[in-house]
């Protein structure tokens, strides 16, 4: 069962019991983003803050839509405790078969409307998130649309944008982002605007397309159709040409202006820092807001993982990896973005280990992969989606003297979130990544191979049979 809203989804995820309903109220600065913050970090529930401080009732915020994957799961109409490698397994399924949106003539996102003068963006419960943080933002869990001028291309992509006036949105689309690209080669050289929709608080598996880093072409509404098993359907914006899911919260219309620019950040990231954003930040003038009735604001507090960012965000990505390492022949069974690595490592499982395959998948990945740093490649014996298997296979298959192999990826490539990089390196933004062959090599014997100490491989399949028969029965 696909849901068209954010509404149905927290009714279901109060069945799983994957949700707080927050009736105390809590204040818009810092306090909100605080318990939120907390939850994250305890791999807690979602959270549906009912009442807000200085806004009427009925305006709300819904915190850490898919924090978990007990969320994701729920999310694509799965049981709440369905494996994680399954989780992964459906979603490419469903990838695999995008839908078409279907164009509808109105929808609850346009229950209200606030036309040129009479925008305002404080009018929602926008959070402070992080103490320290450049503004409120609006944008945590929610993403832009924007349309190439040359083609029917339409691109749903991620970012934050915080609250810069009354009628004015700061964004900072990353270097090399699809938003970022097409602002900068197509429009700032006519010195004309861009048109753009800033969407918050549409439905969960939307969200998480528009996370997916699709290549340039390919429209994320189809892969968000493909999540539902239906046509997602899209109304027209009020003061531009672009579709919007009808379902959302608020739709925020405007234009990037060329020659305008505005502060933004800084703020707590993804990383698990707070970064001090880009130097390039762009001004949005906002022309139209359309709103449902008593709507709730979408908040992903990032930070030290777990969090949205971490497991709905990185799905995508690890299975648009996966697809590429195969189609280079590479032997890559699963491939796992894990949220313990903030976005910065890679779990590879492969059937055929050793240096010439660990050399192919770093030759295989573009220049921007230098954002994943660590790319940790095990044997078809290790689950991928077990960080306790992976740990053990780095720390005891992988030779510092020889399994190591590092590569360096040319001037901005980096990633401008990275923690570690110093205030010089951020200018320039070269990158590198490192790839831990964690695999036997196969020139090696496989009768001379060290026999794994685990439940399934040292005992006989007899005994393994009696002892899972038996398990309650001992007292467990």
């Known amino acids: 069962m696909a849901f068209k809203d ?53 305006y709300r915020i819904f915190a850490t839509p898919v924090g978990t994957y007990r969320r994701v799961a729920v999310a694509l109409g799965l049981p709440a405790d369905t494996p994680i490698k399954d989780v992964y397994k459906v979603y490419e399924q469903r990838a695999e078969n995008p839908i078409a949106p279907r164009v509808v003539e109105g929808g609850p996102c346009k229950e209200n409307k ?21 503004g409120r933002y609006i944008g945590t869990w929610g993403f832009v649309v924007c349309k190439d001028p040359d083609s029917d291309w339409v691109n749903w992509g991620m970012y934050r944008f915080h609250i810069n006036s009354q009628r004015s949105l700061a964004m900072s689309p990353a270097p090399g982002s699809n938003l970022g690209s097409l602002f900068r080669e197509k429009f700032m050289p006519q ?31 189809f ?24 379902h959302s919260e608020v739709v925020i219309e405007g234009e990037i202006l060329p020659d305008v620019s505005a502060a933004e950040g800084p703020f707590g990231e993804y990383p698990g820092y707070r970064s001090p954003g880009f130097e390039a930040r762009l001004y949005c003038r906002v022309k139209g807001i359309g709103f449902r009735n ?56 492969v059937s ?31 689950d991928a989606f077990d960080m306790r298997q992976v740990l053990h296979a780095l720390a005891v298959k ?24 110093s205030v010089e390196e951020l ?10 062959d964690c695999t036997w090599d196969p020139k090696r014997p496989r009768d001379e191979l060290p026999l794994k100490s685990s439940f399934d491989s040292i005992f006989p399949e007899e005994i393994r049979k009696k002892i899972l028969t038996n398990w309650s029965k001992y007292g467990f």
């Not at 989804?9 to 907390?38: P, Q, T, Y």
């Not at 963006?121 to 998130?129: A, D, E, I, R």
């Not at 240096?355 to 014996?381: N, T």
């Not at 200018?427 to 831990?436: D, I, P, Q, R």
Request: negative net charge; glycine residues 10%; hydrophobic residues 40%.
């Open 352 to 382: 055929e280990g050793g240096p010439e395959v660990v050399r192919g998948i770093a030759d295989s990945f573009g220049i921007r992969r230098a954002w994943i740093s660590k790319i940790v490649v095990v044997d078809e014996d290790v």
């Open 294 to 349: 008593s709507p709730i604001l979408t908040m992903s507090n990032l930070g030290v993982p777990p969090d949205d960012s971490h497991v709905g965000g990185c799905i995508s990505i690890s299975i648009s990896l996966k697809n590429r390492l195969q189609r280079k022949g590479l032997p890559v069974l699963d491939v796992y973005q894990n949220p313990e690595g903030a976005a910065f490592m890679l779990i590879v499982r």
């Open 223 to 246: 892969l968000a159709g493909g999540l539902h098993q239906e046509p997602v359907e899209l109304v027209k914006c009020e003061t531009n040409d672009l579709m919007v899911p009808a």
């Open 6 to 58: 954010n509404r149905d989804f927290i009714e279901a995820l109060k069945e799983s019991g994957d949700v707080v309903v927050v009736n105390k109220e809590v204040d818009w600065d810092l306090e909100a983003g605080a318990i939120a913050r907390h939850a994250s970090e305890q791999e807690g529930p979602a959270i549906l803050f009912e009442k807000i401080k200085d806004y009427p009732d009925g």
């Open 114 to 134: 606030m036309l040129g003068d009479e925008v305002d963006l404080y009018h929602f419960p926008t959070p402070m998130c992080h103490d320290g943080d450049g």
């Open 427 to 436: 200018k320039t933004l070269k990158g590198s990544m490192a790839y831990f």
């Open 398 to 421: 992988c030779d510092p003297a020889t399994d190591i192999l590092v590569k360096e990826t040319p001037p901005g490539t980096g990633n401008p979130f990275s923690p570690l990089v």
């Open 191 to 221: 010195n004309r605007p861009m048109p753009i929709a800033a969407v918050v608080g549409a439905d969960p598996l939307c969200s998480i397309a528009s996370s997916a880093g699709h290549p340039v072409g390919q429209s994320e509404v």
